[in-house]
């Protein structure tokens, strides 16, 4: 992965306001929102921590340079609870009483595929973190999104980098996939690995799920006991997978879990029963290695200014505000729509690797990470190149 040059960017990245309301005086804004309460609160803090410590990096050095003028930076941030409703609640706000310029986060594509026609008639763009379903920048017609971007790979690339690393790296022919049954990102994450699994000649055994808010997973996992498989993909959030790897290796199931990027958390292995347990050796797939030398950087300034841990969604919203940023500087302008179509043919590096944005409004061409659970850690495994 190529070197991040943290740094000099802080020192001389500039956000921008949209003209008639984005901006008050000399002063930007740029709206965020996601899960400040709720079972994904703590991702939803991380990314809020994030951009609040950008926007202070950009404040301190001056302010951000726009064309001629220099703005400083305001995060506008609501909490959405993780909850759909309160998702387009909070977007109408942004978009109608705040007027932000540009808006990241909307980390769950629960969340950020029902506030796409907001973005769209207000014609605000919105640059998603970790909101990996599809339908968030394509809608169910086919059509783009116009003014919904990502600064995450997708579904479908995810799926399949598992399958691939299940059947040709593992050597696994027989799978069972355990989902929640009420989340598009677990159900869509789940579609891609069986169809990609299937297409390399492996054999789903059996397919069982359980619905969000669940605590007890022993029903579901009973039975994928008895399809014997010899791997189980999880495309669940880390806060159902520890409890429910617990629960699996109470229940005699031993085999390999592998998953996908909902999976990183400071707390994943804590809710597995710590070092050593549930989880140790299970494998996921990930947007990047959060532990190594590209990631330094901001992962010690935000220790440093938080005293914890960054999370995975705080690296991924870092570089959804890079876009921003990058978007506005090359337009020359502080207006939506100028960003917008700025955003169209971004081309940056960013912490989490090299961001193209392709026509679908999606990255291509990023690289995937397979991390190891070991110990206390997350340890790199092995990466692989995209394959679009």
């Known amino acids: 992965m190529r070197a991040f040059l943290y ?4 020192a001389c990245l500039v956000l921008v306001g949209c003209a008639g309301g ?16 709720g079972d994904s609160a703590l991702w939803g803090q991380a990314e809020l921590n994030t951009v609040k410590m950008m926007a202070d990096d950009y404040n301190a050095a001056g302010g951000i340079k726009v064309g001629s003028k220099t703005y400083k930076v305001e995060i506008v941030g609501y909490d959405d609870k993780g909850d759909s409703t309160e998702a387009v609640n909070v977007a109408k706000r942004l978009t109608s009483q705040d007027k932000v310029v540009a808006v990241v986060g909307a980390q769950g594509s ?13 014609k605000v763009p919105l640059v998603a973190s970790t909101a990996t379903n599809p339908k968030v920048t394509v809608t169910e017609s086919g059509s783009v999104n116009p003014y919904m971007f990502r600064a995450c790979f997708i579904d479908p690339y995810q799926g399949k980098v598992a399958a691939y690393f299940a059947y040709q790296k593992l050597a696994k022919r027989n799978a069972a996939i355990f989902m929640t049954i009420d989340d598009p990102y677990s159900t869509g994450l789940a579609q891609y690995f069986k169809e990609n699994f299937e297409k390399l000649g492996g054999k789903v055994v059996a397919q069982e799920s359980y619905t969000s808010g669940e605590k007890d997973f022993r029903a579901p996992l009973t039975k994928i006991k008895a399809a014997k498989p010899d791997v189980i993909f999880v495309p669940a959030y880390y806060n159902d997978v520890g409890p429910a790897a617990a629960q699996a290796r109470q229940l005699g199931i031993n085999q390999l879990l592998l998953g996908g990027d909902g999976w990183p958390s400071e707390n994943l292995i804590t809710l597995a029963g710590g070092p050593g347990a549930a989880l140790e050796g299970c494998l996921f797939v990930n947007h990047l290695d959060m532990l190594g030398d590209t990631a330094k950087p901001m992962r010690d ?4 200014k938080y005293d914890k841990n960054a999370e995975l969604n705080s690296y991924m919203v870092h570089d959804a505000l890079l876009m921003v940023v990058d978007a506005m500087q090359r337009a020359k302008s502080i207006k939506s729509e100028d960003i917008q179509k700025a955003l169209s043919t971004c081309d940056i590096q960013g912490i989490t690797g090299h961001i193209k944005i392709g026509p679908n409004h999606d990255p291509v061409g990023k690289t995937a990470w397979l991390i190891k659970v070991s110990g206390p850690d997350m340890k790199l495994q092995e990466s692989f190149a995209a394959e679009d």
């Open 7 to 10: 740094g000099l960017l802080v």
């Open 110 to 122: 629960g969340e950020a595929i029902p506030v796409a026609p907001i973005f769209n008639e207000a």
């Open 301 to 304: 300034e935000y220790k440093a």
């Open 22 to 37: 984005g901006s008050k005086g000399d002063t930007i804004k740029i709206g965020w929102f996601g899960p400040q309460t």
